[in-house]
């Protein structure tokens, strides 16, 4: 048996319980990928990251939804972060990720933030919309923006956000596109939220993802133009929630938020894996 620390922390939260949760597994060297697979498909989480440090200082990172590996995560790139900070004694106040999908992907504290830089991916407006779109959603979109990542429907309001009850089987037919509703915020005495959103991403063996960084490399520059800012407040409004500050810094998306620890132990994987 391999024995492996593993962490479970709650990222973009307020406090345990929300956000979403993320594992993380450092290694010293990669197991293999059918390893890690089963690994995160056993944690059954949104994802599992897993990183091993490079001569150089900077780490390789890893990220497997529980039926494959994610091309790109940001929940689980701030909660190794947070970890290596918190956890693994790592001093610098910035962290460099080299991801093989990704590219380079950085990570810096901000007062009490951890902030992700990452790449800002184009969109474009789309005018004729997939019928399993329309079906998995149940609504007509009063725009749809497609992009690497997805389908980015914007609906008339929060409410509209709120009231999706996503239908599996069409969504699933959509992979690898993601689909993700949005809106402007409801505006609430106190609150600066400028927009939410909503992900759905069951061709990756994830219905709902409670809250989704890599999503605000699209929903970041798409809402600064609606909106005519550079720093934004985004709110994903899954059932667990949680909150991000966004801020577009030329070809990059800066993306922060908190972390919350819930588990930390050990796992322990047999040798020979079939």
């Known amino acids: 048996m391999t024995r492996l620390q593993i962490f479970q922390v709650d990222a973009f939260a307020s406090r345990v319980f929300r956000g979403n949760p993320a594992a993380v597994v450092p290694l010293k060297a990669w197991l293999a990928d059918h390893v890690m697979q089963s690994i995160a498909l056993e944690n059954n989480l949104a994802e599992t990251a897993f ?20 091309p790109i995560c940001g929940h689980a790139t701030l909660a190794t972060a947070w ?3 918190n ?8 962290i460099t990720f080299h991801s093989p999908l990704a590219g380079e992907l950085k990570v810096r504290q901000r ?24 079906a998995g959603i149940g609504v007509t979109p009063l725009e749809v923006y497609h992009s690497r990542i997805g389908y980015f429907c914007l609906l008339e309001s929060e409410a509209a956000v709120r009231a999706v009850r996503p239908q599996n089987a069409p969504l699933e037919r959509l992979h690898p596109n993601c689909t993700i509703v949005m809106a402007p915020a409801q505006a609430q005495q106190g609150d600066t939220c400028d927009f939410v959103s909503r992900d759905f991403a069951p061709g990756m063996g994830v ?17 600064a133009e609606k909106l005519g800012k550079l720093e934004l407040h985004a709110r994903q409004v899954s059932a667990r929630s949680g909150d991000l500050w966004c801020k577009l810094a030329g070809d990059r998306v800066h993306i922060a938020g908190t972390v919350v620890p819930y588990l930390e132990g050990f796992i322990e994987v047999p040798d020979s894996l079939e």
């Open 111 to 134: 007062g009490e933030l951890l902030e992700l830089d990452f790449p800002r991916y184009d969109y474009q407006r789309i005018f004729e919309y997939p019928e399993d779109l329309i």
């Open 87 to 94: 956890k693994l004694g790592y001093s610098q106040q910035e």
């Open 51 to 70: 990183f091993v440090p490079r001569a150089d200082g900077k780490f390789d990172i890893r990220w497997f939804t529980p039926s494959q590996e994610a």
């Open 207 to 223: 219905l709902e993802d409670p809250v989704t960084g890599s999503n605000h490399c699209v929903l970041a520059p798409l809402w």
């Open 83 to 85: 970890v290596l900070l």
